[in-house]
């Protein structure tokens, strides 16, 4: 049996809340699944291979077009919070009671409400380049950087996800190479659903009395990682994610902008393994008083 | 042959810039060694043998006292520069030309003064705990820690190093066991080293106008390990050190204070190991743009 891969699996559908969602299934079963939560514009062709595949030596990961998006029927909806409801849905459609969840960028955002709306459901999270309800846009260079005019368009994603070093541009050139690979793709966002997800995000960011009160709740080990520079969600944003989850490590590479986890795949999948591997206490209910941090191994003496 | 161990490695003695310093020297040889700098008031008993002995799996490691700490001869300086310039002499009297430095709290900041003075002696370098020139010290609540009673004294290191949690209190009552068991001990740091130590701090905090321009030059691979709440480093310092040093990852460990890497022994030595032997281009001397960030691979597609 030829074991199915980012290029290879096929994309199916599944109906709930009356949107029928496109996903992919693919590597190693028996576990909890990955379920993956992609950025604004993106795709399931928008994952990088060597991630993707790299996760999936050691657990099925799952990815899928929420709501409205790309091959998936629907409406993009004009919150965050819903987006994540219907993310719930999907999940449950497919007969899963527990998964963990990756989220980029917008995708981090909607994993957080997953979260928050259906802690039981989730197990571990990961969360790149993202940032909290009212995150600090103050000096993110999105509406610029997507603005602009790109030769070949796709170098948008040069801009986007990789640092301006030479070594930033030679890792996005070798991701775009990668994303590239598979055949049987999906349609692009449309402009309408782009205009929606980029509504429900100034809503996200919208600057609020206790607007982070809510990550107290997500007691879930949480793993953040971050480009030392992200123009797109201000790197700061992951440091505030950290300080305010009671779970939650953070990991900042350096010389890397808002798709850090491309621009270092090996190195963020050996750290997204290790993390989703470890000998945690999966207590998503218990105060954290009563839960061991994470991880809860207390090695005796070496030697001993 | 036994293969020395933090536990057996005998206090050697050698000669420079007029002192005598004591250290210890075990692990695997052959590589690139990594030199420990100790915090506030500590000798080489201070350290965890499950830090220093998992690190000596697949690398030498050498623990010393500095000018006028312990076993060591000669007096505290009056600056975090001079204690560099002393480590640096230390350094080369062992003939050595290239090492990794691991630095603690004030040995983090030692440990960045060694690299500014002497960059070519450094390969990578390791700050827990630490912060830059005119850290950010006003959340920081050392002067109060340090001043309290403990019954047993030793329960000092718990308020300084672990988290108040129970799986922290469990974490700081596993480390102080492990740091026990050691026979054959150094004399602790006397009032007058410890009230040394504290001036030079004092100095070394003070604002000043680009304090932070010195970080720009260390192009070492740096790793910043940290706890999500250090009550005598405040954490934000760590977050500071990566965004203005050219070539750090940041990690930062949930639920942990000032000995985050005590609390997660095994996770550390792991996170440090691959971040010490990962395919790095150590160019200490080149400028930013002629080098390729950690780490230097670059990924192909997967399944090719």
Known sequence: MI????????????????????YRRFGKTGGVPLVFNQHFRGT?????????????????VILFNNAGVSSSSGEVPASIQEMGANAIAFIKALGLTKVDVLGFSIGGMVAQEITAQATDLVRRLILVGTGPRGAD?????????????????????LAV???PSPSGRAAGFAFLKRKLLRKDRDPEVSEEAATAQREALTKYYAPAEGALNYLKEIRQPTLIVQGSNDVIVPTVNSYVLQQNLPNAE??????????????YPELFVSDADQFLSSALQDGANLRPSERLPFPSVVV?????
């Open 137 to 157: 846009m103050s000096t993110s260079r999105s509406a610029e950087i997507f603005a602009g005019a790109y030769d070949p368009p796709e170098h948008l994603w």
């Open 300 to 304: 005796s003496a070496a030697g001993t």
């Open 44 to 60: 399931m062709d928008y994952w990088d291979p060597a991630v993707t595949d790299g996760l999936a030596s050691n657990r099925e």
């Open 250 to 263: 953070l990991i900042v590479y350096p010389d890397a902008n808002h798709g850090s986890f491309y621009q």
């Open 161 to 163: 996800h990789f640092s």
């Open 3 to 22: 074991q199915l891969n980012h290029q290879t699996a096929p994309t199916q559908f599944i109906e709930a809340n009356g949107i029928r969602f496109a």
